[in-house]
C-alpha cells in the first residue's frame, strides 16, 4: 500500500510568541507490518500565531502537495478530528494510521521531524546570536 506518513513537530511557544510547525511528509509503499521501501520525504516549516486545526491542515498540505497515496497520521496531530473533516481540510484521502506498518512509517517521520525542528530551532539561536559555529580558515 503507497501511503504519506505525517508528522508535525513544534508545538511549543518559541520566545518571541510564536509557533515554528515543522512538518514530516514520507512516502511510502507498506506492508501491514513493515515499511518496504521509502521513496522520498518533504520536510515543510510554517510559523504560526496558534497551533490550531488551520494551521496544522497548511503545514501538512505544502509537505505531502506533492506525493500521491493515502495521507496517514495520529490522532492527535489533527486534535482527535474525525477522519472526514480532516479529509475535507486536506483535499485528499486521509487515515489515521491502524496497521503496524503504518505506526512504524509514523515512527520514522517522527524522528525526523523532531530533529528537523530541533536543527531549525539551533540555526534560529546562532542567527539571532551572531555567533556561527563555523570552522577556522
Keep these: 500500500m503507497q501511503v504519506v506518513a505525517i508528522d508535525i513537530s513544534g ?9 515554528c510547525l515543522v ?12 515499511i518496504q521501501h521509502i521513496a522520498d520525504l518533504k520536510i515543510a516549516r ?3 500565531a496558534a497551533p ?19 495521507l496517514v497520521s495520529e490522532r492527535g496531530e489533527f486534535y482527535n478530528f474525525p477522519e472526514w473533516r480532516v479529509e475535507a481540510a486536506l483535499g485528499r484521502k486521509f487515515k489515521y494510521a491502524e ?4 505506526r512504524r512509517a509514523l515512527e520514522v517521520a517522527h524522528h525526523v521531524s523532531l530533529a528537523a525542528h530541533r536543527l531549525l530551532q539551533e540555526i534560529d539561536a ?6 556561527e559555529d563555523r570552522p577556522e580558515a
Design 11 to 19: 508545538r511549543h511557544r518559541m520566545p518571541d510568541g510564536r509557533y
Design 23 to 34: 512538518c514530516v511528509a514520507i512516502a511510502a509503499a507498506l506492508s501491514p507490518l513493515n
Design 46 to 48: 510554517r510559523f504560526a
Design 52 to 70: 490550531d486545526f488551520e494551521a496544522i491542515a497548511a503545514v501538512v498540505v505544502a509537505a505531502a502537495g506533492r506525493f500521491e497515496g493515502v
Design 99 to 102: 496497521s503496524i506498518g503504518e
Design 126 to 131: 546562532e542567527r539571532n546570536s551572531g555567533e
